[in-house]
């Protein structure tokens, strides 16, 4: 068949990572270094090169994140999709848990007797864990609204968060709340993300300080 290359499972994302830099040359695309794996790992899970473009970084986020990391930080998601993407293995490696409340029973009680979402105030539960948490949201802008509501009422903030809920209805406006703030933050502008792009963001981050320690 024409075009079908045969390779190997071990190096066939080896060969996309080597397409992805090809490309972005030929689109002159020039990503700063420290943020180039996170952005190269959500163009090959998703194979949008939009995201070269909209991706948005705090300053220092690719190394604040680390700092969490290493300091045994916790990744709490907003589905349990993004949850079962992240690789749980290599962060445990550094002592930290993946974890997700959208399914919670006390989290649905809550969510019916208030009128919330359940993304919402599995923010508000994420909120009271004694650890750094990092936030991954990859599905549900009540999720980010929450978030920054809570920045705003009390003396609290999230350590982190990866913004990229997917969608039509407030998912811009969410995500420009988040940038507006001081929170260290990965945030994709506009409509784009998705649970499989929050999980990825996390996964290059991982894998990185896998590999550096190897």
Same mark, same amino acid.
């Given at each position: 068949?024409?075009?079908?290359?045969?390779?190997?499972?071990?190096?066939?994302?080896?060969?996309?990572?080597?397409?992805? #830099?090809?490309?972005?040359?030929?689109?002159?695309?020039?990503?700063?270094?420290?943020?180039?794996?996170?952005?190269?790992?959500?163009?090959?899970?998703?194979?949008?090169?939009?995201?070269?473009?909209?991706?948005?970084?705090?300053?220092?986020?690719?190394?604040?994140?680390?700092?969490?990391?290493?300091?045994?930080?916790?990744?709490?998601?907003?589905?349990?999709?993004?949850?079962? #993407?992240?690789?749980?293995?290599?962060?445990?490696?550094?002592?930290?848990?993946?974890?997700?409340?959208?399914?919670?029973?006390?989290?649905?009680?809550?969510?019916?007797?208030?009128?919330?979402?359940?993304?919402?105030?599995?923010?508000?539960?994420?909120?009271?864990?004694?650890?750094?948490?990092?936030?991954?949201?990859?599905?549900?802008?009540?999720?980010?609204?929450?978030?920054?509501?809570?920045?705003?009422?009390?003396?609290?903030?999230?350590?982190?968060?990866?913004?990229?809920?997917?969608?039509?209805?407030?998912?811009?406006?969410?995500?420009?709340?988040?940038?507006?703030?001081?929170?260290?933050?990965?945030?994709?502008?506009?409509?784009? #993300?998705?649970?499989?792009?929050?999980?990825?963001?996390?996964?290059?981050?991982?894998?990185?300080?896998?590999?550096?320690?190897?």
């Amino acid at each position: 068949m024409k075009n079908i290359e045969y390779i190997l499972p071990e190096e066939i994302e080896k060969r996309s990572f080597e397409i992805i #830099g090809g490309e972005l040359l030929e689109r002159n695309i020039v990503i700063p270094k420290e943020e180039e794996n996170i952005v190269r790992r959500v163009i090959h899970t998703s194979a949008d090169f939009d995201y070269a473009e909209t991706l948005r970084f705090s300053e220092g986020a690719v190394e604040k994140l680390e700092e969490l990391i290493k300091s045994g930080a916790d990744i709490v998601t907003d589905t349990n999709m993004a949850l079962a #993407g992240i690789n749980k293995k290599v962060l445990a490696g550094f002592g930290g848990q993946a974890r997700c409340f959208m399914a919670d029973e006390d989290v649905a009680r809550q969510a019916k007797s208030r009128r919330m979402t359940r993304a919402a105030v599995s923010m508000e539960k994420a909120a009271q864990m004694e650890k750094p948490v990092i936030f991954a949201i990859g599905n549900a802008p009540t999720a980010l609204i929450r978030l920054y509501e809570m920045s705003k009422e009390r003396d609290w903030k999230p350590a982190f968060v990866i913004g990229v809920p997917v969608g039509f209805v407030n998912v811009e406006a969410a995500k420009e709340l988040i940038l507006e703030t001081q929170i260290p933050h990965i945030v994709n502008r506009g409509r784009k #993300g998705g649970s499989a792009i929050a999980a990825a963001i996390c996964n290059a981050v991982l894998y990185q300080m896998r590999d550096g320690r190897q």
